[in-house]
């Protein structure tokens, strides 16, 4: 029997891995899109031609129901939310409905809407952040949760429904709880995805200087490839429990700063400046995840060492940057796109 997977959030970072990973094992993938008048699919390009799109938002349940009678999943990751946590400082309410209410709608509908015969799995993308601030060393399943972030509030409140389900309803829930999980299909507005593109910038002349705003932040960071496959190997385990999935080591903002520009040639001392709107009104110092648990229990491990992962994220801005780069004017009848030689009107100067 083909399984059958829908994936909401499938078109951001991690939900794009996934939907590889999951048609590469011969799944039947539903990717969950919100109706835009601007198609963001990018992210997709390699398999989107072999999945089906269903419209739906984790804001309205109607929509929910529809997309899963539409194709009765056998498994569901939820990934869906709004995942950035500076931006949730200043859209509170909004982050709660969609990354907190949005996945107790999920859920709800999955009890609601799946014949019990088929014993529907779903996995909740829980994050890091809703650690806070804690004098562990490292954080593990067991670590207390006590988050400072309106986005780790929310990742919270649907953790906790998460086990609401599980307990009460005997649904298949199991929550990853993922370190910062990073690639060359990161946000542009995430810091790491900020470094390189702005680098990337510097060194073909379309910016000079890279803003950040908190250096001495040290996360745990890994590929997000590697937490795709994490949550597919908690959904073949035998029960719903929470996985941790961290590298297990720890990196400044800085740190990961000054292994992009070395990489890029770039000295990173001449280019970079700290800005006070760039820090969020409360940040956490350090997060290091002990994913033991999940590698002796399901055998998974990080597949993509941090040297690695800041190196591919800078090769791909480096490349996307070189060819979008101007062509220099050479007078009267030149093929510069753009008058007068500036930037094309699609090419920020540096990130917003």
Request: glycine share 8%; with cysteine; net charge neutral.
């Amino acid at each position: 029997m083909i399984r059958r997977a829908l994936v909401t959030g499938c078109n951001g970072q991690m939900g794009s891995y996934l939907c590889e990973l999951l048609l590469a094992k011969g799944y039947n993938v539903y990717g969950l899109v919100r109706r835009t008048s601007t198609p963001n699919l990018w992210r997709l390009q390699t398999c989107v031609a072999k999945m089906t799109l269903l419209e739906a938002d984790v804001l309205d349940e109607a929509s929910l129901r529809k997309a899963m009678i539409a194709c009765h999943p056998h498994e569901v990751y939820h990934l869906a939310s709004q995942s950035h946590v500076g931006l949730s400082f200043t859209e509170a309410e909004y982050t709660v409905q969609a990354t907190g209410l949005g996945a107790a709608r999920l859920f709800e509908t999955v009890r609601r809407c799946t014949p019990l015969s088929l014993g529907t799995r779903i996995y909740q993308a829980s994050s890091s952040e809703q650690f806070g601030v804690n004098d562990q060393a490292w954080q593990d399943e067991q670590t207390p949760m006590r988050p400072v972030s309106p986005y780790g509030f929310a990742k919270l409140l649907a953790h906790q429904f998460a086990h609401l389900y599980r307990e009460s309803y005997g649904v298949f829930v199991a929550c990853g709880i993922a370190f910062n999980h990073e690639s060359p299909r990161r946000g542009e507005d995430f810091v790491t995805r900020k470094i390189t593109k702005t680098l990337a910038a510097i060194v073909t002349g379309q910016a000079t200087t890279l803003t950040l705003g908190n250096l001495a932040a040290q996360r745990d960071w890994l590929h997000a490839k590697d937490v795709a496959q994490g949550a597919w190997q908690s959904l073949q385990a035998p029960a719903p429990e929470d996985w941790v999935f961290a590298s297990g080591e720890t990196h400044s903002v800085e740190e990961f700063a000054q292994r992009a520009a070395r990489h890029a040639g770039v000295a990173l001392a001449t280019v970079l400046l700290q800005e006070a709107h760039c820090l969020r009104p409360v940040d956490i110092p350090r997060l290091c995840g002990n994913a033991t648990k999940a590698r002796t229990t399901l055998g998974w491990q990080p597949t993509v060492a941090f040297d690695e992962l800041v190196k591919e994220m800078m090769d791909a801005d480096l490349a996307e940057a070189r060819s979008r780069r101007p062509v220099p004017s050479e007078g009267p009848g030149s093929a510069n796109p753009v008058p007068g030689g500036g930037l094309p009107a699609d090419v920020p100067e540096g990130p917003a």
